[in-house]
């Protein structure tokens, strides 16, 4: 493999951009290739994003000097076009959720182990330093045992009742909309951070807009753009807005999370907090660079994003000194500083540091789990 590893991007509306400059954060990876829904936009995008090619999907596959592929497109296309990345030869690194139905992510999975390349998932919220400090601390023992997890996602972008996305439609969306968009960030930090499986689940969920105004014209998500009334249409909701889960785990303790995208003022906010038998950790993704250490004995712990203060691996994924706080952006950089190291190695790691299609399943049966029990009204095994 030459020097510079090349990339492609497929989808180029809010996340694809943010893929984008990460990599271009990270040395000797160039992103020389676009896809769009058609030629006209990837031109269009490519030429606004300062990419030297755009491609149709099918002509993009055939570049043999693109190695990786980022899948940024609605959930409904992962699948279909993973697969073809796959069997094109190219490592893939696709967005959440890794498709919509768990068939197609175990076949996934088979055929990315079967072809030994690079693959993963972007949970690239587990690329917050303090989400891998309180991993390392928990490991450690400085948790103790895990009593209990309390977690939560909330936003507030589908507050009104003309707030409409792609995500509201289950033929690209999948059967969840708020557990599968938000609540799978959430459910996979839990795991990650704990180590701990969830076994067992159940969960009540409301549509608070039973009907939402379409717009006529297509928006790209979170861009804001003001519609008139005549340009909308009213549709029928059938996914969640809201949703409440209570979990049980495998070391026999219990939590709960709430997700939410119509709280207002919430834009975007993680929180989870798991009681342990030795320490309390709080973190919190409007203030990513904190950490809380709830103490019974002596006195609570503030401790700030430092990579002189933080154990080797969680200081692995800080790049300035403390008080220069990270955010966002920089979970991509890391998590893709990881899985390039990989790529530069020409196949998957025995045991990936990063997200993969693995983990990508793993979240698609919890979620499915999550929806069957919401239908009965009755607590479900994973
Ligand atoms: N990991 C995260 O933090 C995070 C954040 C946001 C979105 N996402 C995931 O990223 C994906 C995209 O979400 P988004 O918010 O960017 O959506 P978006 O609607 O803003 O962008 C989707 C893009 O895909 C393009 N597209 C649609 N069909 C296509 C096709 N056939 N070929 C090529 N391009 C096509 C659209 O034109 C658009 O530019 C979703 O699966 C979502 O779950 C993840």
């Keep these: 493999m030459s020097q510079t590893i090349k990339a492609a991007i497929v989808g180029t509306g809010f996340i694809g951009p943010a893929h984008l400059e990460a990599l271009r954060r990270i040395p000797n990876v160039m992103v020389t290739g ?33 190695d990786v592929v980022h899948i940024c497109t609605p959930n409904f296309l992962h699948y279909a076009q993973a697969k073809a990345v796959l069997e094109a030869g190219k490592h893939v690194i696709c967005e959440k959720p890794l498709a919509v139905k768990i068939d ?35 490991e450690s023992g400085e948790l103790g045992e895990v009593y209990a997890v309390m977690g939560s996602y909330l936003q507030d972008w589908l507050f009104l009742q003309t707030d409409y996305n792609w995500r509201l439609e289950p033929d690209k969306s999948g059967d969840s909309r708020a557990i599968a968009d938000i609540g799978s960030h959430l459910l996979d930090i839990t795991e990650y951070v704990t180590g701990l499986k969830i076994t067992e689940v159940m969960a009540d969920f409301s549509t608070v807009h039973k009907t939402r105004l379409k717009p006529l014209k297509a928006i790209e998500t979170y861009s804001g753009k003001m519609l008139s009334m005549d340009d909308y249409e009213e549709v029928p909701i059938n ?59 002596s006195a609570n712990q503030h401790l700030m994003k430092d990579p002189a203060l933080f154990t080797p691996e969680a200081a692995g994924l800080i ?54 029990s919401n239908k009965k009204q009755a607590w479900v095994k994973i």
């Design 104 to 138: 197609e992510a175990e076949e996934l999975v088979s055929l990315a182990k079967s072809k030994g390349l690079v693959n993963a998932v972007h949970f690239n919220l587990r690329y917050y330093p303090v989400v891998r400090q309180m991993k390392t601390m928990r």
């Design 239 to 297: 996914t969640e807005d809201h949703a409440t889960v209570m979990l049980r785990f495998d070391n026999g303790s219990k939590g709960s999370i709430t997700v939410s995208q119509v709280n207002a003022g919430r834009k975007n906010r993680l929180n989870i907090e798991i009681a342990g038998s030795k320490s309390n950790f709080e973190f919190n993704s409007e203030r990513p660079n904190e950490l809380w250490i709830g103490k019974r004995e």
């Design 319 to 372: 790049s300035f000194p403390g008080g220069h706080n990270e955010g966002f952006p920089d979970t991509s950089k890391q998590m893709f500083k990881e899985v390039y190291a990989a790529v530069r190695t020409g196949k998957q790691p025995d045991s990936p540091s990063f997200p993969t299609f693995a983990d990508g399943l793993r979240e698609l049966i919890i979620g499915e789990r999550i929806i069957e």
């Design 34 to 66: 676009l896809v769009e829904v058609n030629q006209e936009l990837a031109e269009e995008k490519a030429r606004l994003l300062g990419i030297p090619n755009a491609y149709t999907f099918e002509d993009m596959l055939k570049v043999s000097e693109i």
